[in-house]
């Protein structure tokens, strides 16, 4: 039934914002790898530009991507979103107003089938965190009424937690730590999905029918779980024993509140996510779908199987420092 649908969809034409960076590159290659043919817009390579990142440019376009060259700015977006069918933006965070840039170029294009914008996280139209990371989501909130107002077709992916981005900011892995921090009492359950998975689900999702003008959410079936089952699951898989320094609510919730900024925010993501229990105290909405009912054949990694990738040496190059 699915591969029937897939094959029914023609393949379309991609472009991506933001592809250079921590989710944007493995959306650029799910894209390609799943037949699209798939534009990259990342600003000018200059002296600046890191060795890894004109690296990964190189390896784009190997892959058979194309890279358009270019600041954020009015004019160039329109021009090359004229020549593409379905735009995602995997734009970092301070960037995300940015995007109001895109959405008019959105509309003075007139060609779109769809526009995602930098969501990929909580689901911001349904979580209600700390002030911090509530003031982090407004922004994003702002961006999704103003696709809505404009009338542009979109679908809004909250993802929920990247999987090997959490897995090294919990475990450290790579490091030889006696002891792994615990926030809370660590029994709420969280959803850790692999960012090759969420990049596999976001392009098919782009490009479904079934998702347009809706939001999905990436609550894979396989991936719910604790922080302490997830150090039970590592200790079994590495036959160690870690000390758990337990870090009380009361103590993040005053953290969050005296931390200075930008300092306060991610104290307030790990208070929604893994104390609060946030991507899974809610019911989902008539408007809410869940995308692994969508693609009931795709093989997603479990997070048992994400652990097994951090076994292996070298240690896989998309870890990122929790910012
Ligand atoms: N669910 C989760 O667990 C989770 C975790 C982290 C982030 N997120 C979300 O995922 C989305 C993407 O975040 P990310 O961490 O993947 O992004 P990122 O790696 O920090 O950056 C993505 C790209 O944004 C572009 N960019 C950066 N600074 C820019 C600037 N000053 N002007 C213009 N472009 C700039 C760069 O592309 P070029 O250099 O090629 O132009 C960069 O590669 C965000 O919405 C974020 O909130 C979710």
Request: glycine share 4%; charged share 25%; net charge negative.
């Amino acid at each position: 039934m699915e591969e029937k649908r897939e094959m029914a969809s023609e393949k379309s034409k991609i472009l991506v914002f933001g592809g250079t960076g921590y989710i944007g590159k493995y959306m650029v290659k799910a894209s390609i790898s799943l037949g699209h043919q798939t534009l990259v817009y990342s600003r000018p390579i200059n002296h600046k530009t890191s060795p890894s990142k004109i690296q990964l440019c190189q390896e784009f376009v190997s892959m058979g991507a194309t890279l358009i060259h270019g600041e954020l700015e009015y004019d160039q977006i329109v021009t090359t979103i004229k020549k593409v069918d379905i735009v995602i933006s995997t734009l970092a965070y301070p960037q995300v107003l940015d995007q109001l840039k895109i959405i008019d170029a959105i509309k003075t294009a007139g060609n779109i089938k769809r526009f995602l914008p930098s969501d990929f996280g909580v689901e911001e139209d349904t979580v209600k965190p700390l002030p911090p990371f509530q003031a982090f989501l407004d922004k994003k909130r702002a961006i999704r009424r103003a696709i809505e107002a404009a009338g542009i077709p979109y679908t809004f992916v909250s993802a929920n937690a990247y999987g090997a981005y959490f897995v090294n900011f919990l475990l450290h892995p790579y490091e030889d730590v006696q002891e792994i921090t615990v926030y809370g009492n660590g029994e709420s359950k969280a959803i850790l999905n692999y960012e090759e998975d969420i990049a596999m689900y976001t392009i098919k999702v782009a490009n479904d029918p079934r998702t347009c003008n809706r939001i999905v959410i990436y609550r894979l079936p396989k991936n719910f779980i604790t922080q302490n089952e997830l150090i039970s699951l590592w200790e079994k898989k590495t036959g160690r024993n870690f000390n758990r320094a337990f870090v009380s609510e009361e103590e993040i919730v005053k953290l969050s509140a005296t931390l200075p900024p930008p300092q306060d925010v991610p104290v307030s993501i790990i208070h929604s996510i893994f104390i609060k229990g946030d991507l899974v105290n809610f019911e989902l909405r008539e408007d809410q779908i869940e995308v692994s009912e969508l693609y009931p054949d795709y093989k997603y990694k479990s997070i048992d199987e994400l652990l097994d990738i951090f076994l292996v040496d070298p240690p896989p190059p998309a870890s990122a420092a929790f910012e």
